[in-house]
T-cell receptor, first 115, second 109 residues
């Protein structure tokens, strides 16, 4: 069966510090990978998605970036965090190709607080 | 207009009640319709999904899609305190997914 791991679960960072959140998927190959931010009462905001190694699409211009160095690894980064980057970050995976319309599966998220 | 709209609640019911959670959507091209359950401080967990229209039942849960009215429903029978969570509806076309904002449900023992 497939599993998705995200870490850390909780992170407190000062303004201006760098960020690296990691997500890995097991039990499947060549998944589509997604980063979302979830704000209370505002639903899920898609930040980035990737259909393959090194292929990143950005949905929202901001000071965050994403990378996919390996098939089942997805990383969310920032060089300098802003207060507005606080939130709950979720990684998700979905099937690729002709089955890319099948439901996504989420990790347990990282709660990021910027001080 | 948002692609998927959901009443945020909160919804509070006594244990054993039948719960009805609803969403509306605007895009006729949507293919899969999903319900996710999210416990506090956890990620959304895929609860049920249907492809196109119709009903799907899994234990105490029934998912229903009415494409003529663009309405998505989740029914929970014999609700339990462990059902207390936020429920998100979602729909997609291709690999573009659209999520509701979630309905917070509390089942009181």
């Amino acid at each position: 069966s497939q599993t998705i791991h995200q870490w850390p679960a909780t992170l407190v960072q000062p303004v201006g510090s760098p960020l690296s959140l990691e997500c890995t998927v097991e039990g499947t190959s060549n998944p589509n990978l997604y980063w979302y931010r979830q704000a209370a009462g505002r639903g899920l905001q898609l930040l980035f998605y990737s259909v393959g190694i090194g292929q990143i699409s950005s949905e929202v211009p901001q000071n965050l970036s994403a990378s996919r160095p390996q098939d089942r690894q997805f990383i969310l980064s920032s060089k300098k965090l802003l207060l507005s980057d606080s939130g709950f970050y979720l990684c998700a995976w979905g099937r690729s190709g002709a089955r890319s319309n099948q439901p996504q599966h989420f990790g347990d998220g990282t709660r990021l607080s910027i001080l | 207009q948002k692609e998927v709209e959901q009443d945020p609640g909160p919804l509070s019911v006594p244990e054993g009640a039948i719960v009805s959670l609803n969403c509306t959507y605007s895009n006729s091209a949507f293919q899969y319709f999903m319900w996710y359950r999210q416990y506090s401080r956890k990620g959304p967990e895929l609860l049920m999904y249907t492809y196109s229209s119709g009903n799907k039942e899994d234990g105490r849960f029934t998912a229903q899609v009415d494409k003529s009215s663009k309405y998505i429903s989740l029914f929970i029978r014999d609700s339990q305190p462990s059902d207390s969570a936020t429920y998100l509806c979602a729909a997609n076309t291709g690999n573009q997914f659209y999520f509701g904002t979630g309905t917070s449900l509390t089942v009181i023992p």
